[in-house]
Structures are given as structure tokens and as C-alpha cells.
């Protein structure tokens, strides 16, 4: 019997920054990942909205028999993730936060910066996080408008991308972080230029691979990991155009693919 998919979403394809992780850690499953083209960005939409769409995504993701839904959007998680579990008790779902954490572990100067969504920043559950983890650092936060849009564009550097950011890192190094949190899963895309744009001495956080270990676990838990010798398939669905979608897509993830309609 084939075994159940993992399902992951994302507003686009900056989930795609985790699936790669997936794919690498568990190569054995099977993996469905849906970007919400369509709606996104989902950083300025409001709560009630991005909620409207994680439930949705997520019925079409149980209706392909996912096992293990993964939110891989910092965004959709801080709007949605308890109302998710709440409505599916059974279900293991693992969302994404900022790496709040390992970047004040790894700050000497004691001061991070965390660039996110707008969404994220003004969430509950980031203020919980910052309550839990900020704690004997300096935490400066910044929101992106418009970075998610370059980089649903295909915009990975440029002229254009290189200024957004110029101007969204400033303020954040001239207060003297030693630590950049990547806290929405599309900036991992655009990693070299902020990394090139803030010194080889920044630590730049990403945390798809401590999420995909949390999934790895979760299976485990749930004695849902699949027992095959064979790799698993990946299939790609977008809410959007998929014909315009396929080409970044293709170029995000590093190989040929199709893209399907949602
Ligand atoms: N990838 C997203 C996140 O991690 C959402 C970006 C957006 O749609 O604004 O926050």
C-alpha cells in the first residue's frame, strides 16, 4: 500500500525553502506541497483571512489523505496553528516561529535582529515568543513589505531586491546585531544578498531544518513514518496559474517538475 502524504503549504513557494529540507531528511515519503498563489502575500491580509485560506488549504490537503500537514509559513502559523489543531485534535501539524532562540544563543553582542512579515510580528504568538525567548537580548524587528513580492517574481537579486533590503537591514545593523533571523520561509531565498549585504560576522538564522527534524519526530511519535525502501514522490499544486507558476517553481527547487492545478 502506497503510504499517506506529508502536506505543506505556504502563501507561494517560500515554503519550498522547507520542503527541500523535507525532502533531504525524509526521503522515503511521499510530499504534496501547495503554494496559495493566488491570495498571496499573506503578511499584510488579516488574521480572519489568512485563517479563511489556511483551513481551506488544509481540507484540500486531508482530501489527498495527508497524514501530517506541515505549515510552512511563519504567517499562516502565527494566525492559524492553534485554531488548525483545535479543529483536527488527531492531526499532527507542525507550523513554523522565528528562530528566536538560537539566534540569542548565538549572539555575542546580545542583540538580534528578526525580519518577518508584518503578520508575524504583530501576532499573539510572536509576542509570546518574544516573552519566552527574548529575554537577555536586545530584539529589533523588522517587517519586509514587499520582499515576498521580489522574490514570488523571481527577483532573487537585482538592482531592486538589493535596495529593499539595503534599506530593511540598516536600521538593524546599525544597532549592532551579530544575529539575522529569517522569519518567514521565502527570505531563505534571498539568503546570499543578505548575507553579502550584512558581513561574513552576521549569523543568518534559517530554521527549516530544525522543522523537518520536528516532523521526522512527530512521524515517529505517531508511528506514521513510511516503511519503504523506495523514494517518495513529490507533487506540486499552486491556486494560481501553474503555467506561470511552473518555470519559479522549477528554478526554486533545482530540478525539472510539473506544477498542477490546485
Ligand atoms: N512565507 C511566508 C512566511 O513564512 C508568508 C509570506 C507572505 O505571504 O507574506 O511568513
Known sequence: MTPAPIGVFDSGVGGLSVLRHLRERLPHEDLL?????????????????????????????????????????NTATAAAIHELRAAHP???????????KPAVTTSKSRK????????????????????????????????CPGLVEQIEAGRLAGAETEAL???????????????????????????????????????????????????????????????RAEVGAVRFFTSGDPGAQQPLFARLWGAALAVERL
Open 33 to 73: 506541497y501547495v503554494a496559495d498563489s493566488a491570495h498571496v502575500p499573506y503578511g499584510d491580509k488579516s488574521t480572519a483571512v489568512i485563517r479563511q485560506r489556511v483551513f481551506a488549504i488544509a481540507e484540500t490537503l486531508l482530501a489527498r489523505h495527508s497524514k501530517l500537514l506541515v505549515l510552512a509559513c
Open 90 to 100: 488527531q492531526l499532527p501539524i507542525v507550523g513554523m516561529e522565528p528562530g528566536l
Open 112 to 143: 538580534v535582529g528578526i525580519l518577518a512579515t508584518a503578520g508575524t510580528l504583530r501576532s499573539g504568538k510572536f509576542a509570546h515568543l518574544l516573552e519566552r525567548y527574548g529575554a537577555g537580548a536586545e530584539v529589533v524587528l523588522q517587517p
Open 165 to 227: 533590503l539595503q534599506r530593511y537591514l540598516a536600521p538593524l545593523l546599525a544597532s549592532g546585531v551579530d544575529a539575522l533571523v529569517l522569519g518567514c520561509t521565502h527570505y531563505p531565498f534571498v539568503l546570499p544578498l543578505i548575507q553579502r549585504l550584512a558581513g561574513p560576522h552576521i549569523a543568518v538564522i534559517d530554521t527549516g531544518a530544525a522543522v523537518a527534524r520536528q516532523v521526522e519526530r512527530q512521524l515517529h511519535l505517531h508511528g506514521l513514518a513510511a516503511a
